[in-house]
């Protein structure tokens, strides 16, 4: 509201007098009256900010025009360890929360603080998993060592474009991030993420295609259904589109090509060896297994810098289950309907044998296991 001033004759004539020399051009000048200061009120009453990012200068607004230097403000935090704010308006996010930015602008004529309120949300940053390139080309698909089961045959030639993978499975800390829920027993930023169904994955491929301006892979036709604990109702009307720019899951073969790490081995380990050094695996056989997941990356990476291909967590692979033929295929995808869909690696929980390249094993697609995590893909463009 806009304040008068009502000062003697005396006073006004001292006022008009030093005007110009004290730089106060552009008062609202009426006879008999003198406002110095109305209003002051940030441009944006609320602001976003990233843990740990760069510190961002509000902007205020203060009524009239040009009365006040900038370094006339205060500026206040209600909490300096979430945002902290310095002489010229610049806030510094630190941590996860909100803070209140409060600029006071002192009158000075008649001595009264005028005050506006930003609240500042800091949020925890997103966190990208790292890809590593996949040269695409053929392969000898299937178990060519005789040690797998009858689903793991016919052998037969498959051929596949470049693509890109994530170098480990994704973390808890990726997952969080941009979902806003860790559904995993076992938690830690730097463990993979358990407890995900195949549907939770593919929810996660389409919003880390969304915040990094792809095109989404996955379309559905109902609405997804986020539980209290974070789990997600069946997906209906599931389709995929390849072609588009977006992550997805990667396909049973391209699961297969990499996981062979350029040598064609047989575990899916560094050099095709498996042991304790290798990956995370049940190596007692006790059972129920006495392990958990451990921090991805601790295992050595194979040629293609992948980790934890071996063990550590089953991972969703895009294809619904189902058998082989001998025809050769260029990126196979699988079956086009089915009731449960394709999880390869073996996890913290199960034998040496299922960390075979070859090994298959399937689960529909609501389930949620912890021992079931995923890693992602997407076309090399
Ligand atoms: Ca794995």
Redesign the pocket.
């Known amino acids: 509201m806009k304040r008068l001033f009502y000062m003697s004759a005396i006073s006004f004539a001292v006022l008009t007098g030093c005007a110009d020399e004290n730089g106060f051009n552009g008062l609202i000048f009426k006879p008999g009256s003198y406002v110095y200061v109305e209003s002051i009120a940030f441009n944006d009453s609320v602001l976003t900010l990233t843990e740990s990012g760069t510190p961002q200068k509000l902007l205020v607004t203060v009524t009239p025009k040009n009365e006040v230097a900038p370094q006339e403000y205060v500026w206040k935090t209600t909490d300096s360890t979430v945002a902290s704010v310095n002489a010229l308006g610049f806030v510094t996010p630190k941590k996860t929360g909100t803070a209140k930015i409060i600029a006071v602008c002192t009158d000075k004529m008649s001595k009264k603080d005028f005050a506006d309120t930003c609240i500042v949300t800091v949020v925890p940053p997103v966190y990208i998993p790292a890809l590593a390139l996949i040269a695409g080309g053929a392969f000898t698909m299937g178990d060519q060592h005789g040690l797998g089961n009858a689903d793991e045959l016919p052998l037969h030639p498959v051929t596949v474009s470049s693509f890109k993978m994530s170098k480990t ?1 994704i973390t808890q800390r990726e997952y969080l991030s941009m979902m806003a829920v860790n559904p995993s027993k076992f938690t830690g930023d730097l463990l993979p993420v358990e407890n995900v169904t195949w549907y939770d994955a593919v929810l996660f491929c389409n919003a880390l295609s969304k915040h990094e301006g792809r095109d989404t892979v996955y379309s559905y036709t109902g609405t997804p259904i986020v539980g209290s604990n974070g789990e997600t109702a069946e997906l209906t009307g599931i389709s995929a589109d390849m072609a588009k720019n977006g992550y997805r899951l990667p396909t049973e073969a391209e699961w297969e090509f990499a996981a062979q790490g350029k040598r064609n081995t047989k575990y899916a380990t560094d050099d095709g060896t498996i042991s304790t050094s290798k990956g995370n695996y049940n190596a007692t056989e006790a059972n129920p297994p006495t392990g958990s997941t451990v921090s991805v990356g601790q295992y050595p990476a194979n040629l293609y810098g992948l980790f ?8 969703w692979c895009h294809d619904y289950y189902g058998g082989y033929s001998v025809d050769a295929q260029i990126d196979p995808l699988g079956g086009t309907i089915g009731t449960h869909r394709v999880l390869r ?3 913290w929980y199960n034998h040496a044998s299922y960390t075979r390249t070859a090994g298959r094993n399937k689960g529909k697609p609501y389930i949620r296991d912890y021992d079931v ?1 995923f890693r992602i893909v997407s076309r090399d463009y």
């Open positions: 499975e934890d291909m071996a063990g550590n967590l089953w991972e690696g073996g996890s995590g």
